[in-house]
């Protein structure tokens, strides 16, 4: 029988990467972090003996916390969180059974250095369109769900990373752009461990609204529409991004979960076609 203090490793997986998914948190020790040095997509490293420090930059009313096997430590923390008036549970299994389960995980080693709040910032061209939407949609949702997003001129992307301790992307000459055919969303997906089968075919979808290939897949010519339609109707890049976090949440999700269904007129009570 599940403990009321759990939630399972297949319950969890169906809420990473949407906007309802509840802070994760994981509360490793270092030595066990230092053993798999990977983290559950969106999760954040926290110490375990400092929650009243951090418990307030959660920014959700839930949370899951993530040890190793889901005993004392994640079952500690959960408690002082619901004690301090978060909705707090224990991964079932911890971080383990996640590895177990062969479900993705984000090396570490890829993430760019955190800043003096824990928040990794990153750099790129202002007026975004497909690509510099959809990675900054990729790092809140399966990352970094802190991320910071600075939006400058072309000519100005290097120097404001120098500067200000960014990471550039979806720019010329640095790791996190283009390679060959690839678009940098493509690019993000693989070096961050998340090549699930939804995802992949969102890249291909990006990469072909991204590229003029709208061959690629049927639904590419849908999302350049409505990602040039956004772009016309925000002047402010921040305010287009958080409209195209949407708009991602809604491609993603059909990706995932209704690629079977279609729809037609009149309704299948009316002897259509459902």
Request: proline share 7%.
């Amino acid at each position: 029988m599940p403990s009321p203090t759990t939630i399972s490793i297949d319950k969890l997986a169906r809420l990473v990467g949407t906007p309802n998914a509840p802070a994760l948190i994981d509360v490793r020790i270092e030595e066990d972090f230092k053993a798999d040095p990977r983290l559950i997509p969106g999760s954040v490293p926290r110490p375990h003996d400092r929650i009243e420090e951090w418990v307030a930059g959660l920014g959700r009313p839930a949370a899951v916390v993530i040890c190793r096997q889901g005993r004392k430590l994640s079952e500690g923390v959960a408690a002082w969180l619901r004690h301090l008036g978060v909705a707090a549970e224990a991964l079932e299994g911890g971080h383990d059974a996640w590895i177990a389960a062969n479900l993705p995980v984000v090396p570490a080693s890829r993430l760019p250095a955190r800043d003096s709040s824990g928040r990794t910032v990153w750099v790129t061209r202002a007026r975004p369109k497909i690509d510099r939407i959809a990675c900054p949609w990729l790092i809140r949702r399966f990352v970094d769900p802190h991320a910071v997003f600075l939006f400058v001129a072309p000519q100005e992307v290097a120097a404001v990373a120098e500067r200000f301790s960014a990471t550039p992307f979806d720019i010329e000459d640095v790791f996190w752009s283009h390679r060959g055919e690839l678009c940098t969303f493509d690019v993000m997906v693989e070096e961050f461990g998340l090549a699930t089968e939804a995802l992949l075919r969102l890249a291909r979808i990006v990469r072909g609204a991204d590229t003029a290939r709208l061959d690629l897949e049927p639904e590419a010519a849908g999302l350049l529409a409505a990602s040039l339609g956004l772009s016309r109707m925000y002047a402010d890049d921040l305010e287009q991004l958080e409209a195209g976090m949407t708009l991602y949440d809604a491609f993603y999700r059909w990706a995932r979960d209704a690629t079977g269904e279609t729809h037609n007129w009149p309704s299948a009570r009316q002897g259509g076609v459902k």
